[in-house]
């Protein structure tokens, strides 16, 4: 799927899927499984935003619109490290602070973690991913174990730029039956910054 689409997202949590799962595997056929350890900033008050490193690159989302119980997140930026003064001020931006961040936090992963240690606005969240792709009809589907830091959690998605097909699918795979929730809401349940 092309990255630089606007996609519809319905997205899951849940300790385990059942059906929903069954469906993925007999319907998606052979998975392509993919594993990443990922770090996730958590601003305070900001659940329209999905800001994580992954393979040294700083990945910005920004929740774009809400629709028949979708959300569509828009790719705003990918920045490989260190961090040129663009995706400084973007992610000032996206975490909602008002002061850029200095050269010197955005050098690499650990200057950046050791920028925010301490920080009561923003969370840094150790994520590890293991994720089940499917491709069913025109949608991307997927089953994930995630580990956030150290709890275990499953989480199930089907996304596309076609929200009639996606919400087709969700419907089939008894997705639906489950409340849809950004990463970015999960990792604010699990960090206590939201109830």
Known sequence: MNETQ??????????????????????????????????YLVADGRNDQNIKIRNAQLDIKQLIAEESGFQQWAPLGKWSFPLDQEARQALSDALGLNAELPDSGGRDLDNLIDHF????????????????????????AELAEVTVNGAALKTACVESTDLARATELTER????????TSYVEALMRVTGLVR
């Open 6 to 39: 606007n996609r519809f997202e319905y997205r899951a949590f849940a300790p385990g899927f059942g059906l929903v799962e069954s469906r993925l595997r007999e319907w998606g056929g052979q998975a392509l499984i993919r594993e990443s350890a990922e770090v």
């Open 117 to 140: 240690r301490g920080n009561r606005q923003v969370v840094i969240v150790d994520l590890f991913k293991r994720r089940f792709g499917f491709e069913i009809g025109a949608c991307q």
């Open 173 to 180: 795979l008894g997705l639906s039956d489950y409340p849809n």
